[in-house]
Every structure is written in structure tokens, then in C-alpha cells.
């Protein structure tokens, strides 16, 4: 034989053989396969789940820290405005800062002040009220037991 016998290759007729598919196997493939599936996608979802609950409890755990913070910046807020409310530091700071005095006994002087009083409006009723309050007369009496504009007739109403 020579070389170029080997190199060419022949043909051979394999097409009429067919092999069967075993039914039985192939079922069995299949249930595998959906099995090792859905252990998967167990496997897959539990950790997943373990996950997330690694990481709130790692936020729970910031979450707490920050509110241990928050709390101490408020006590600290809450003792700075109670010293800046304090009557004696305030007074400091005015005569040193603003460079103010205190007024002497006799530096000072109260006003009272003294509300006008608004004259009283009478209206169609004969009561006499202020002018906030002022009061519509009805045409109809009101029934006995009814509200009345401070002791004027029946027919007056707020």
C-alpha cells in the first residue's frame, strides 16, 4: 500500500444502523436532572436567605451604634442650650462680650401698659357688645331652652 492510500479516507455506510432510546434510561436521565435542580435552587435560595440575615444583623448592629451617637450628641446638645439658658451665663457674656452694666435700683423704670378699651356696639336686638362678638337677630323666636345673646330677647343669636 502506499501513502497516498492511507491519507484518502473511505466511506463507510453507517447510516442504516440507528440505535433505540431506551425509554426507561431516558426517564431516569430526566428525574436526575429535576432533582439536582431543585437542590440546587435550595442550596442557592438558603444561602441566599443566610446572606441577607449576615447583613441586617450587621446593619441592626451599625444602626445601634449610630443611635448610641445620635443620643450621646443629644445629651450633649441638651447641656449645651440649658448652660446657654442659664441666667448667670448669659449675664456673663453680656458684660464681657457686649460690654453691658447691669442697671442699679434706681436705672430703672416698669411701664405698665394699658389696653384701649373698645367701645360697645349695639345692634339690632338692643344688647350692647363688643365688636368681636357681634350678634344677628333672627326674625323667628328660638325655642324655649335655646342659646340666647346674654340675656337679650329670644330672637338674638351669636
Known sequence: MNAI??????????????????RARQRELWATVALLVVVVAAALFLSWQHARFLGYGY??????????????????????????????WIEERATRELRLVRPGPDQFQVIERVVPVRSAVV??????????????CRRKPLPTGGPRCGGGPSWCSR
Do not use: S
Not at 59 to 83: G, H, M, P, V, Y
Not at 123 to 129: E, F, K, N
Open 5 to 22: 492510500d492511507y491519507a484518502i479516507k473511505r466511506e463507510v455506510a453507517n447510516n442504516p444502523i440507528v440505535r433505540e432510546i431506551d
Open 59 to 88: 446593619q441592626t448592629e451599625e444602626l445601634r451604634k449610630d443611635l448610641a451617637l445620635e443620643r450621646q450628641q443629644t445629651e450633649k446638645l441638651r447641656l449645651e442650650l440649658e448652660t446657654l439658658q442659664a441666667p448667670r
Open 123 to 136: 345692634v339690632g336686638c338692643g344688647v350692647a357688645v363688643a365688636p368681636a362678638r357681634r350678634l344677628r
